[in-house]
Structures are given as C-alpha cells and as structure tokens.
C-alpha cells in the first residue's frame, strides 16, 4: 500500500513540475502553428480560383489530384516545386501555355494556348497548394 501512495506521489509531483508540457501561451502558439500546417487549402482564394480555370479546361485528362495518367499528378507536381521560388508560378503557367517536354518523361505536355497567362497562373497556384 506503501508503494502505490509513494509512487501516485513521484508522478504527480512530476506532472507538477512538469506543467503539463507548458504554458497556456506555448500550448496556444504550438495549437495555432499545426492548425496553420494542417490548414484546409481549399479555403484559400488561389485553390478556388485554379481550381475553376481547372475545372473548365481540359487539364484532367491527362492530369489528376493524386494519380499519373498521362501526365504526373497534380500532388507530384507540388511537391517538385514547393522549395522553388515565387518565380516558378510564372515559369509554369509558361509550361501549361507552351508545353513543354522531357521533365516528367517522354510525354510532352501539350501546348494550351487559348488559356490566359492569369488562368494559367491561378491554376499553378492551386496545384502548387496540393503539396504534402
């Protein structure tokens, strides 16, 4: 009897010490930073606004979320170019205007000429938010 009294004692006076792991303050800022990691992207403006220009093209023929048709996946595509800088959404929406060749294999991506330079670009920025 002697021992579980001692040893209920030793774990809550470490669970004391111990705060619960920390403040209320670092608790908070530790909640705000995985909510802004594991945000919803398609709250964001740019995933709306791709996803249309997306939706009304004819990008999901050879392209999906997550599998390679013809073309890599979206989600492989993203995360290729997340370390890359904000230039790359530029040198992209150039890739879906102009097509492009050998980055993704033997498949060239065919060139979409009709689709603006802004469409092109929203719909970078949607992809490039499906990244892992």
């Known amino acids: 009897m002697k021992k579980i009294i001692i040893i209920t004692f030793v774990i809550?006076?470490?669970?004391v010490a111990c705060n619960g792991g920390g403040s209320k303050e670092e608790?908070?800022?530790?909640?705000?930073?995985?909510?802004k990691e594991g945000a919803d992207p398609s709250d964001n403006p740019d995933y709306q606004a791709g996803l249309?220009?997306?939706?009304?093209?004819?990008?999901?023929?050879?392209?999906?979320?997550d599998?390679?048709?013809?073309?890599?996946?979206?989600?492989?595509?993203?995360n290729k170019y997340a370390s890359y800088s904000d230039t790359i959404v530029a040198h992209l929406a150039g890739?879906?205007?102009?097509g492009g060749y050998g980055v993704?294999?033997?498949?060239?991506?065919?060139?979409h000429p009709a689709i603006s330079k802004?469409?092109?670009e929203a719909a970078v920025k949607y992809i490039l938010l499906l990244k892992n």
């Open 12 to 15: 809550a006076v470490s669970l």
């Open 27 to 35: 608790k908070k800022e530790a909640g705000t930073e995985e909510k």
């Open 52 to 65: 249309a220009v997306v939706a009304k093209s004819d990008c999901l023929t050879c392209h999906k979320v």
């Open 67 to 78: 599998e390679k048709i013809t073309g890599p996946s979206y989600r492989e595509v993203a």
């Open 95 to 98: 890739k879906i205007i102009n």
């Open 104 to 111: 993704w294999g033997e498949v060239p991506m065919t060139p």
């Open 118 to 120: 802004e469409d092109a």
